[in-house]
């Protein structure tokens, strides 16, 4: 039974498969596809979430009434556009980049979309950036999604900074599939892990390369 959710190898979703799933439950959407397309516009490296992993953000930060919300890795604001869709009016997302290209770009498509009063794209090293972010918390929910080597730190900050019933996330929990190897990220990537597992209720969903979720429980109950 431990193996329940390990029988690798078995993948029910073909291409058309996914194709058709999407369509149906979230149809085609010109500003989020036009977000989904800036990385290769710009030249930037295609590592933005899928149209499903940003729908579930979307649905996560709902069921929470998340109305205060970090992301950690900005990228050229995809993610970034789904979680903003999200807020009720009056809400906000801080999200952090610090490549200044990225950052540029995400304020284009940040802009485009109409949401650019919602959303402040804070230009920095999230280690430099988050200590001072504290100020405007506690938040709603935090999403990692930057350097895989400081997970660990981000994690932490996160749990300081969240409310009860608040929510992190953190993409790429698989490492690649490097997750258990011997190397520093895999190391601050599992401290991540128990880090959730210790104060959140939480769960790992086999996306692609994995991406955690937790729910943070009362620190005294
Ligand atoms: N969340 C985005 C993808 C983020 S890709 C999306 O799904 O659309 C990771 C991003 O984190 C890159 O743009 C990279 O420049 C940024 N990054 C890496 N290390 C960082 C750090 N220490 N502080 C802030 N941003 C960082
Ligand atoms: C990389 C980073 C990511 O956040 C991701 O989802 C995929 C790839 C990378 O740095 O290569
Ligand atoms: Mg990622």
Known sequence: MADQDSRAGERYATAQILDYTARTHHPADPALERAFEAPARHGMPEIQLGPAEGRLLE?????VNAHKV?????????????MARALPPGGHLWTIESDPTHAGVAAEVIGEAGLGDRVSIIRGDAA???PKLSDSGPFCAVFVD???ARYDAYGRWATENLRTGGLLIGDN???????LDDVVEAAAMRRF???MAKHYRSVC???PDGLAVGLRVDPEA
């Open 193 to 195: 892990h128990e880090e």
């Open 128 to 130: 430099e950036v988050l």
């Open 59 to 63: 649905l996560l930060l709902r069921l």
């Open 205 to 207: 969903i086999p996306t």
């Open 173 to 179: 929990a698989y490492l690649f599939g490097r997750l």
């Open 70 to 82: 970090v992301e950690i890795g900005t990228l050229a604001g995809y993610s970034a556009l789904w």
């Open 146 to 148: 930057a350097d895989k």
